[in-house]
Protein backbone atom coordinates (compact mmCIF):
# COMPACT_ATOMS: atom_id res chain seq x y z
CA UNK A 1 0.00 0.00 0.00
CA UNK A 2 0.89 3.62 -0.84
CA UNK A 3 1.44 5.74 2.15
CA UNK A 4 -0.30 8.64 3.48
CA UNK A 5 2.12 10.91 2.18
CA UNK A 6 2.39 9.58 -1.27
CA UNK A 7 -1.45 9.76 -2.23
CA UNK A 8 -1.57 13.43 -1.09
CA UNK A 9 1.46 13.97 -3.70
CA UNK A 10 -0.41 11.95 -6.14
CA UNK A 11 -3.45 14.09 -5.63
CA UNK A 12 -1.58 17.63 -5.69
CA UNK A 13 0.51 16.28 -8.75
CA UNK A 14 -2.55 15.42 -10.67
CA UNK A 15 -4.20 18.59 -11.96
CA UNK A 16 -7.39 17.45 -12.91
CA UNK A 17 -8.44 16.67 -8.90
CA UNK A 18 -5.57 19.78 -7.54
CA UNK A 19 -8.15 22.51 -6.97
CA UNK A 20 -5.68 23.81 -4.47
CA UNK A 21 -7.07 27.09 -2.49
CA UNK A 22 -8.50 28.78 -5.71
CA UNK A 23 -11.49 25.88 -5.43
CA UNK A 24 -13.31 28.25 -3.26
CA UNK A 25 -12.94 31.60 -5.52
CA UNK A 26 -13.67 29.65 -8.88
CA UNK A 27 -17.64 30.03 -10.10
CA UNK A 28 -18.76 27.63 -12.17
CA UNK A 29 -19.13 28.52 -15.78
CA UNK A 30 -22.80 28.72 -16.96
CA UNK A 31 -23.62 29.74 -20.20
CA UNK A 32 -26.62 32.27 -20.26
CA UNK A 33 -28.11 33.18 -23.61
CA UNK A 34 -27.98 36.71 -24.31
CA UNK A 35 -31.05 38.57 -25.56
CA UNK A 36 -29.43 40.49 -28.66
CA UNK A 37 -31.37 43.27 -30.39
CA UNK A 38 -32.47 43.06 -33.51
CA UNK A 39 -30.03 44.22 -36.18
CA UNK A 40 -31.04 45.98 -39.01
CA UNK A 41 -28.98 45.93 -42.11
CA UNK A 42 -28.58 48.45 -44.49
CA UNK A 43 -26.65 47.94 -47.51
CA UNK A 44 -25.15 51.03 -49.57
CA UNK A 45 -23.55 51.16 -52.76
CA UNK A 46 -21.22 54.45 -51.31
CA UNK A 47 -20.63 55.77 -48.15
CA UNK A 48 -22.90 58.03 -46.37
CA UNK A 49 -20.06 60.34 -44.99
CA UNK A 50 -17.74 61.85 -47.53
CA UNK A 51 -13.72 61.94 -46.05
CA UNK A 52 -11.82 65.04 -45.68
CA UNK A 53 -9.94 64.49 -48.64
CA UNK A 54 -13.01 63.84 -50.53
CA UNK A 55 -14.55 67.21 -49.13
CA UNK A 56 -11.26 69.19 -49.93
CA UNK A 57 -11.38 67.31 -53.56
CA UNK A 58 -14.85 68.60 -54.25
CA UNK A 59 -14.54 72.41 -53.27
CA UNK A 60 -11.14 72.29 -55.17
CA UNK A 61 -12.62 70.83 -57.99
CA UNK A 62 -15.52 73.18 -57.52
CA UNK A 63 -13.53 76.40 -57.05
CA UNK A 64 -11.18 75.35 -60.41
CA UNK A 65 -14.85 75.10 -62.18
CA UNK A 66 -15.85 78.12 -61.18
CA UNK A 67 -12.68 80.21 -61.78
CA UNK A 68 -12.83 78.53 -65.54
CA UNK A 69 -16.55 79.89 -65.81
CA UNK A 70 -15.41 83.03 -64.89
CA UNK A 71 -12.47 83.20 -67.28
CA UNK A 72 -14.52 82.08 -70.26
CA UNK A 73 -16.89 85.13 -69.45
CA UNK A 74 -14.24 87.55 -68.95
CA UNK A 75 -13.07 85.85 -72.38
CA UNK A 76 -15.60 86.52 -74.06
CA UNK A 77 -16.26 89.83 -73.21
CA UNK A 78 -12.69 90.64 -74.21
CA UNK A 79 -13.24 89.62 -77.75
CA UNK A 80 -16.57 91.50 -78.33
CA UNK A 81 -14.96 94.96 -76.86
CA UNK A 82 -11.49 94.48 -79.02
CA UNK A 83 -14.34 93.52 -81.93
CA UNK A 84 -16.46 96.48 -81.05
CA UNK A 85 -13.01 99.07 -81.19
CA UNK A 86 -11.61 97.04 -84.35
CA UNK A 87 -15.06 98.33 -85.78
CA UNK A 88 -14.65 102.03 -84.12
CA UNK A 89 -11.50 102.38 -85.57
CA UNK A 90 -12.60 101.82 -89.23
CA UNK A 91 -15.81 104.45 -88.84
CA UNK A 92 -12.88 106.81 -87.12
CA UNK A 93 -10.92 106.16 -90.93
CA UNK A 94 -13.72 106.77 -93.01
CA UNK A 95 -14.97 109.60 -91.40
CA UNK A 96 -11.70 111.23 -91.09
CA UNK A 97 -11.37 110.61 -95.14
CA UNK A 98 -14.91 111.86 -95.81
CA UNK A 99 -14.06 114.86 -93.49
CA UNK A 100 -11.06 115.76 -95.78
CA UNK A 101 -13.02 115.13 -98.60
CA UNK A 102 -15.67 117.78 -97.51
CA UNK A 103 -13.26 120.19 -96.74
CA UNK A 104 -11.54 119.92 -100.02
CA UNK A 105 -14.94 120.63 -101.33
CA UNK A 106 -15.61 123.43 -98.81
CA UNK A 107 -12.36 125.06 -100.03
CA UNK A 108 -13.16 124.88 -103.66
CA UNK A 109 -17.03 126.03 -103.10
CA UNK A 110 -15.74 129.27 -101.33
CA UNK A 111 -13.04 130.14 -103.57
CA UNK A 112 -13.93 134.04 -104.80
CA UNK A 113 -13.10 132.80 -108.59
CA UNK A 114 -16.18 130.11 -108.30
CA UNK A 115 -18.52 132.58 -107.06
CA UNK A 116 -17.88 135.78 -109.61
CA UNK A 117 -18.07 133.37 -112.40
CA UNK A 118 -21.50 131.84 -110.89
CA UNK A 119 -22.94 135.63 -110.09
CA UNK A 120 -21.62 136.92 -113.72
CA UNK A 121 -23.02 133.98 -115.96
CA UNK A 122 -26.17 132.14 -113.77
CA UNK A 123 -27.30 135.74 -112.15
CA UNK A 124 -26.05 137.87 -114.68
CA UNK A 125 -24.41 140.45 -112.55
CA UNK A 126 -21.42 141.93 -112.79
CA UNK A 127 -18.74 143.70 -111.02
CA UNK A 128 -18.97 147.80 -110.31
CA UNK A 129 -16.59 149.74 -112.29
CA UNK A 130 -16.58 152.72 -109.73
CA UNK A 131 -16.91 152.06 -106.12
CA UNK A 132 -20.22 153.87 -104.25
CA UNK A 133 -20.06 155.00 -100.84
CA UNK A 134 -22.57 154.83 -98.26
CA UNK A 135 -22.16 156.67 -95.05
CA UNK A 136 -23.90 154.30 -91.88
CA UNK A 137 -25.61 156.76 -89.23
CA UNK A 138 -26.29 160.21 -90.83
CA UNK A 139 -30.16 160.80 -91.21
CA UNK A 140 -30.86 160.91 -95.04
CA UNK A 141 -32.07 164.57 -96.09
CA UNK A 142 -35.40 165.16 -97.23
CA UNK A 143 -36.54 167.34 -99.97
Known sequence: MMSSRSRVE????????NYGAT???????????????????????????LGAAAI?????L??????????TMLARAYVKTS???????KQEARL??????LKIDVSRLKSPD???DIASKKLGLSTAKNNI???VGTPAKKR
Open 83 to 89: NHLIRLK
Open 23 to 49: AVQEAPEISVPQHRPAVRTIHRTQPSG
Open 62 to 71: GVVLSLCAVN
Open 96 to 101: LDENET
Open 133 to 135: YVS
Open 56 to 60: RFALT
Open 10 to 17: AWRVHTSY
Open 114 to 116: RIA
